[in-house]
């Protein structure tokens, strides 16, 4: 008989299931394929499609995880576990494919490969055939899929509260070097890993007015008139922890029509018009909106935002009184986490539950709001912080507006109290913007709704506290403390490394997986073990090869494995600065040019990432990076030793080949900006060498690492701050310095756009004129650091000791860690011993 992984007595007590839904054996599962290929895709094997297999496999593994799934739902909803409940509330979640992660959480990935392999199939082809749910932009969504994976993996009961977007996030074609955006179509042949929840639905009211009446004791109240409703139904996905029998859930709600609302009424005999009453409502969960767009004028968002959280909140109110808890008890069994100020709204949608619909007292509901609240704040970037104009929000939410007026009159007046005299500080503080057209400010309105706030890594805190909430910070310090981001190694590692996975387990068994942060560091005497060095070796180079093998398929471009692999992949924007490494392409390429020996460190740099559809600047980026990649790839000399690729439509599927086969992470935002990152902690945890700015997440890693391996070039955010002050002027810099001059000048000139000198004038304009991310003042630093980093390469077994010395060294940016600390300091959950640290 095969491996099984732990048993759990649920699993024990299932087998009276019967073997073929349950058993994990490669027997079993070989025989619930062809079961589940005939009875759910009505197929026999001979005529299966690919997708029929996929399907049949991934119907295999949910089927797996029903009984686990099971238990930790009734778990949540009885009185006998007094485990306190994580909601963790959030407009995306980019979870990646399930299948892959499943097998390894599950235990079962042998298993499996030898049940295909009877039935005549390739589980690496199937792998690649899941679509992959884009419910995310980018790092904040990847973020909430990692805190999911560790929370289930540290038996913590949790649900993951979000939107079932019918379209994700974009994908992404280039055509002519330019972005095109095409719609993202992720539910077109089924999503087996969700079950639909048809008996959950929640009624949501939008729009209307408010009136105030006299309830039957006599009591003054308010009600909410809604001018329509929509109807969400839960779709559950299950979230399986690693090998523990904890699974947890992924609760997206879907926007319907409701049925209560009486369409008769409205439409006599308009039948067309109560479909299109039907159509409207349904647009609310239709399209996850890219970000770094404009909010002017985005009702819907706001809309879509207030949907999800208001069915999510009732949820956690039914399950509450499911077991048999009273209202009062609500912060004591749920610890709601606000992941960013896209649910904010639950500050005010919670008091209005407790107050309006519950006739709870005010001071007690906002006790309660309070002690179950926590925000996490994820960006400086004052155009990234969400305002809403008061107009469109009091028309979509009048009831809600209200609340966060009588919110914000009893905060300024205790203020006021503490304060006496400071209306400037009140006036900075207020949850109303007074200035100009007046806007709702969701930070203030999540801040003072919040027992707790934090930000994503210590920099990130610390300028939290001096800047954006620097007021909060003064009346209310005792809110305030740091999470550093992490990501999970199970993913990162285990799914998408398995060779160096195996190197690891090898040497230092396979804890590591559930532990990084105690196990990993046992590699560290092996880094100056010549054998070890050469195994690690080899496994980038396949790694490298594989990626290679991924850019030809994509964009015809040949690269050669033995070159330095340098990666930046992530959103394209300005702060994250994809341009000043073309700049740095350039200066290399006219170098090359002037003297091209054949001896020196030959690179591929590899961009990927998308731009939002509405955003100029970074699209132009990236037709300037496929402008300067056809330029310099064909060009018969410098090609021999600098290659330059854009890998079209970066998403979590694509990014499994690309952070294992990276030599160097590009983590280079002007210092200040990048909150965190967790691709930093990605590329590291793999082996790749950080050449970077002292921001975010960039400064621990830094510090865990050691100073010596790790490139690092430019301003502090300090001397950031003063250069801005002094009065920065990125001309002069310009014209000091004659390579910088050069680069420039070569972009200006039409070099890479065919002699027309327009293309790319709106950037270098920015650049000369402006730089609001001070490029050019890091640019020498960071040509200077990129040949410090060139001429390491060259030395290939110190840099593998590095590379050992990164991954070694990096355990504590494991997600495990992150949500260990917001158990520990912000939810007051208990681990269980076992998983305490
Ligand atoms: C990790 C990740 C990100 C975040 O990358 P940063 O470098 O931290 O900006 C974005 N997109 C995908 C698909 C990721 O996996």
New binding site residues.
């Given amino acids: 008989m095969s491996k099984i992984a732990n048993v759990s007595p649920a699993e024990v007590h299932s087998n009276t299931l019967g073997n073929v839904r349950t058993g994990l054996s490669a027997d079993a599962i070989a025989e619930a394929l062809i079961n589940n290929l005939h009875c759910l895709q009505a197929k026999l094997p001979q005529h299966a499609t690919r997708n029929d297999w996929y399907m049949a496999l991934a119907y295999t593994i949910r089927d797996r995880m029903m009984e686990r799934y099971m238990a930790t739902v009734a778990s949540i909803a009885e009185t006998s576990t007094a485990a306190k409940v994580v909601a963790y509330l959030s407009a995306e979640f980019?979870t990646?494919p399930h299948l892959g992660n499943s097998l390894i959480n599950l235990g079962i990935w042998q298993n499996v490969e030898e049940a295909l392999s009877r039935v005549g199939q390739d589980l690496p082809l199937l792998l690649e055939q899941e679509e992959e749910p884009g419910l995310g932009?980018?790092?904040l969504g990847?973020l909430a899929a990692c805190y999911m994976d560790s929370l289930a993996t540290l038996n913590v009961p949790a649900i993951g509260y979000g939107i079932r977007y019918e379209f994700g996030i974009f994908d992404q074609l280039i055509r002519d070097g330019w972005q095109v955006e095409v719609t993202d179509k992720w539910l077109r042949f089924g999503n087996p890993w969700e079950i639909v929840r048809s008996e959950i639905t929640f009624d949501v009211k939008l729009g209307g007015r408010t009136e105030s009446y006299q309830d039957e004791e006599g009591r003054y109240r308010m009600r909410w008139l809604p001018e329509r409703m929509v109807k969400g139904v839960a779709y559950d996905t299950p979230v399986p922890g690693y090998r523990v029998p904890t699974t947890n859930l992924l609760r997206l709600w879907k926007a319907e029509a409701t049925e209560s609302f009486d369409f008769e009424a409205f439409n006599v005999g308009d039948y067309y018009g109560a479909v299109n009453e039907k159509v409207a409502s349904e647009t609310i969960s239709k399209v996850l909106y890219p970000n770094d767009e404009p909010e002017a004028g985005k009702q819907l968002r706001l809309a879509q935002q207030y949907f999800f959280v208001s069915c999510s909140l009732q949820d956690m109110l039914r399950l509450l009184q499911m077991r048999g808890e009273t209202l009062d008890e609500f912060h004591l069994y749920w610890a709601t986490q606000l992941n960013d100020t896209h649910p904010s709204i639950a500050v005010a949608e919670l008091m209005r539950l407790l107050v309006d619909e519950h006739t709870m007292e005010w001071d007690r509901a906002w006790t309660i709001t309070q002690q179950t609240c926590g925000y996490t704040n994820h960006t400086l970037l004052a155009e990234a912080l969400e305002r809403w104009p008061l107009p469109l929000f009091a028309k979509l939410l009048p009831r809600h507006l209200e609340i966060i007026y009588e919110i914000n009159r009893r905060f300024l007046d205790d203020l006021r109290r503490r304060y006496p005299g400071d209306d400037q500080l009140l006036g900075r503080l207020s949850l109303i913007d007074e200035a100009g057209d007046k806007h709702v400010r969701m930070a203030h309105l999540a801040s003072v709704g919040s027992h707790a706030i934090n930000g994503v890594a210590a920099l990130h805190t610390n300028l939290l506290k001096q800047t954006v909430l620097r007021d909060f910070y003064r009346v209310t310090p005792e809110k305030f403390l740091n999470v550093t981001n992490g990501?999970t190694p199970r993913r990162w590692v285990a799914l998408s490394n398995p060779k160096l996975s195996a190197l690891i387990t090898r040497h230092i068994g396979d804890r590591w997986i559930a532990n990084l942060e105690d196990e990993l560091q046992h590699l560290e005497p092996l880094a100056i073990d010549v054998d070890f060095q050469r195994d690690w070796q080899t496994i980038k180079a396949d790694n490298k090869r594989a990626l290679a093998d991924l850019i030809k398929e994509r964009t015809g471009i040949l690269v050669d494995p033995h070159s330095l692999f340098d990666i930046q992949?992530?959103?394209i924007h300005e702060y994250?600065r994809q341009h000043l490494n073309a700049l740095y392409l350039i200066t290399l390429y006219n170098k090359l040019r002037r003297n091209c020996s054949a001896a020196g460190t030959s690179r591929t740099v590899i961009f990927g990432?998308k731009a939002a559809p509405g955003y100029r600047m970074a699209k132009l980026i990236i037709k300037l990076i496929n402008a300067i990649a056809l330029t310099i790839n064909l060009d018969p000399v410098v090609s021999q030793r600098l290659k330059v690729v854009f890998l079209p439509d970066?998403?979590?599927k694509?990014?499994h080949r690309v952070?294992p086969a990276a030599d160097l992470s590009e983590?280079i935002s002007t210092a200040g900006k990048?909150a965190?990152?967790?691709?930093?902690?990605?590329f590291a945890m793999n082996g790749a060498l950080t050449i970077g700015t002292l921001d975010?997440a960039n400064v621990e890693i830094r510090d865990a690492v050691g100073h010596e391996n790790f490139f690092l070039f430019g301003l502090t955010a300090e001397e950031v701050e003063q250069r801005r002050a002094e009065g920065y002027t990125p001309h002069s810099l310009y014209v000091s310095n004659p390579e910088l001059r050069e680069t420039i000048d070569l972009i200006a000139s039409g070099f890479f756009s065919s002699g027309d000198r327009e293309l790319f004038r709106p950037l270098v304009d920015s650049l000369l004129t402006r730089d609001d991310y001070m490029l050019l003042a890091d640019y020498q630093s960071y040509v200077d650091c990129q040949q410090r980093a060139s001429d390491a390469y060259a030395n290939r077994n110190d840099w593998a000791r590095m590379s050992i010395l990164n991954t070694a060294r990096v355990g504590r940016f494991s997600s495990d860690r992150s949500i260990r600390e917001y158990c520990r300091d912000i939810w007051k959950i208990r681990l269980a011993a076992s998983d305490e640290r």
């Fill in positions: 980019l990646g932009n980018g790092g990847r990501v992949v992530k959103r994250k990432g970066f998403n979590v694509s990014s952070y983590q990048e965190s990152g967790t691709g930093n902690m990605k975010g």
